[in-house]
């Protein structure tokens, strides 16, 4: 199979209009739309809106690399395309954040499974939060859209042994083992999704959308952060974006006005909501940054006589829905994937040290790890976690962990370990501060029940953030409405995952692609009496 070509080799050559922050911007821009972001949201609405002929600016903080500069290592990828270099954690320090911070957003570093929004979300919107524009049929045509443009298709090639093992231990135990949809084209299964595609394979928003915006005539400004947005009277007047360096420092004080007839907000859950709270926008039911939402992980590893090298192949093929749909008002639910074997992360997450770490990464090449994504939000008790800034007006994520989302971490790891063990696993380790490798299920099943459910003795992770600007039908409930604007300034709109009043439970980039799709071609008609479509 050969390389699919890297489209920015052939656009820079062809004229596009691209500007690296740190070499010099210029003092003023303009422009019908400037959107903040790169990524999920932000790629799909630089598509519609260039196509429907408005000029657009795109604004991305982190670095343009493309398939050249992946080379399927964790030490470069996460430094250059990962928020705080892949460091992001709760303000506690009790969950690790995974967020992409580079032209594509985290679409260039995510694992490329793809889901539409679970019915039952979509219910609990309608019913809690009035989104009676978002049913399960009306959103039925974008989701159908994005699988189209995305090339969005169930995983046809046998699953890796890592995956593997999920399906044989889950069916050994009478539950269904599902295949999971992927937004890849010719991919050559090496399964370094997380570290960028070195083979242009999965269709990023680097890829798609921001070429095909580039090519009808966006402008893009990298290493170029938005520090705020300037309003008065309920409307944006303008953003004030800075130069900065891949570490993130400013590069000057020198700033770059962008001054926009519409502003769309696309810098993802977390900083969508610090740049409207950098920007002191009007936030009257003190609803800003609430609500976000990480899906909580906790993952369980076992140890197998054959080799199981979970870091090659696709990196999740195989899903099992069978804890996942639990009564809203009952336990927290669960979805159960695999959790591909990248070394460093692995050796980061999977806890001990000395020789006892030094035995588990020894026993890599024979692990499989299961993970579990909490499904929060749902509940009175999992209210999600609150954005605050820091002094220098850097995001914080407080995410209080309550008893009940704690339990869930219990029950999951329970789940993981019973599959694991009939799939003919040698030894589970949960990954617990004070677990030990578990020789049979009854040893598990014992040892499990008795861990101390507490923050920091849990090993959790995310790489789903979802929240903080939820959309509700009116404004004591949300901060932006139905078609996507903020409830109190008329030009400024939102296009990421923060929209979500809860989290998806399910992961949530075709949840991104179809809502924002839907929200761009309202705005284009807004904007341009236009009717725009995706394909
Ligand atoms: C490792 C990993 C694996 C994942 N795997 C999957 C998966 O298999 N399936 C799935 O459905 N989802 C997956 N996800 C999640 C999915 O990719 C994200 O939910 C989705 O991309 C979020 O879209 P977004 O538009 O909200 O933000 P992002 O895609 O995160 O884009 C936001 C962009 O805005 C930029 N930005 C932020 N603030 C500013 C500012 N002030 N100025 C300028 N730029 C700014 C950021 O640098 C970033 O590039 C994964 C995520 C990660 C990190
Ligand atoms: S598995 Fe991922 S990194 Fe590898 S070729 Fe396919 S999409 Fe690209």
Redesign the pocket.
């Known amino acids: 199979m050969s390389k699919l070509p890297d489209p920015f080799l052939a656009g820079m050559a062809r004229g596009w209009q691209v500007t690296h922050g740190e070499r010099g911007l210029p003092e003023r821009v303009t422009c019908d739309v400037a959107i903040?972001?790169?990524?999920?949201?932000?790629?799909i609405t630089a598509e519609l809106l260039t196509r429907a002929g408005l000029s657009v600016v795109i604004?991305?903080?982190?670095p343009l690399k493309t398939s050249t500069d992946f080379h399927q290592r964790e030490s470069e990828a996460f430094a250059s395309l990962?928020?705080e270099g892949g460091a992001r954690k709760t303000t506690d320090e009790g969950i690790l954040i995974?967020?992409?911070?580079?032209?594509?957003?985290?679409?260039?570093?995510?694992?490329?499974?793809?889901?539409r929004t679970p019915p039952a979300t979509l219910a609990h919107w309608q019913q809690h939060f009035g989104l009676n524009q978002f049913t399960e049929s009306a959103m039925a045509p974008w989701f159908a859209q994005v699988e189209q443009r995305l090339n969005m298709q169930p995983w046809a090639a046998a699953p890796n042994e890592n995956n593997a093992l999920l399906r044989k231990g889950a069916e050994a135990l009478g539950m269904r083992a599902g295949v999971?949809t992927?937004n890849v084209k010719n991919c050559w299964n090496l399964g370094s999704?997380?570290m960028g595609c070195p083979t242009n394979a999965k269709q990023s928003?680097l890829i798609t959308t921001i070429p095909a915006a580039l090519d009808a005539g966006a402008r893009l400004f990298h290493h170029?952060?938005?520090?705020r947005i300037e309003h008065s009277g309920g409307k944006a007047t303008a953003l004030i974006?800075e130069a900065v360096r891949i570490s993130g420092d400013v590069v000057s004080p020198r700033t770059m006005r962008v001054v926009a007839k519409h502003v769309v907000v696309?810098?993802?859950?977390i900083?969508?909501p610090?740049?409207l709270m950098r920007s002191e926008l009007p936030d009257p039911h003190s609803l800003l940054g609430t609500r976000t939402f990480l899906h909580p992980v906790v993952m369980s590893a076992g140890v197998y006589e054959q080799r199981v090298d979970g870091w090659s192949g696709a990196?999740?093929s195989i899903h099992v829905d069978k804890f996942v749909d639990l009564a809203p008002d009952g336990p927290i639910g669960y979805k159960l994937e695999a959790q591909p074997i990248y070394p460093g992360t692995i050796g980061v997450m999977c806890g001990g040290y000395g020789p006892r770490l030094a035995e588990r990464v020894r026993a890599l090449p024979n692990t499989h790890v299961t993970l579990a994504l909490l499904r929060d939000g749902f509940h009175d008790q999992s209210p999600g976690g609150s954005v605050r800034l820091n002094f220098a007006g850097a995001a914080r994520l407080d995410y209080p962990l309550t008893d009940y989302v704690l339990e869930g971490a219990r029950r999951a790891f329970l789940s993981m370990a019973e599959i694991q063990f009939a799939a003919g696993a040698r030894s589970v380790l949960p990954f617990h501060e004070f677990a030990e490798p578990y020789t049979s299920w009854q040893r598990a099943k014992t040892a499990i029940a008795e861990l101390p459910m507490q923050p920091l003795m849990v090993t959790l992770g995310s790489?789903?953030?979802?929240g903080g600007c939820s959309m509700a039908a009116d404004e004591s409930r949300g901060v932006i409405r139905q078609d996507g604007r903020h409830w109190q300034i008329e030009n400024l709109s939102v296009?990421?995952?923060?929209l979500f009043p809860t989290s998806?439970g399910?992961?949530?980039?075709?949840?991104?692609y179809g809502v924002?799709a839907r929200l761009s071609a309202g705005l284009v008609k807004q904007l341009t009496g236009k009717d725009i479509n995706l394909v």
């Open positions: 903040v972001g790169s990524g999920a949201g932000a790629g604004l991305e903080e982190g990962y928020q995974l967020q992409g911070r580079c032209v594509g957003g985290s679409t260039v570093v995510n694992w490329t499974s793809s889901f999971i992927r999704c997380g928003m170029t952060r938005v520090q974006c696309a810098g993802g859950a900083n969508s610090a740049l990196p999740q790489a789903h953030v979802m296009h990421d995952g923060s998806i399910a992961n949530p980039q075709l949840s991104i924002t």
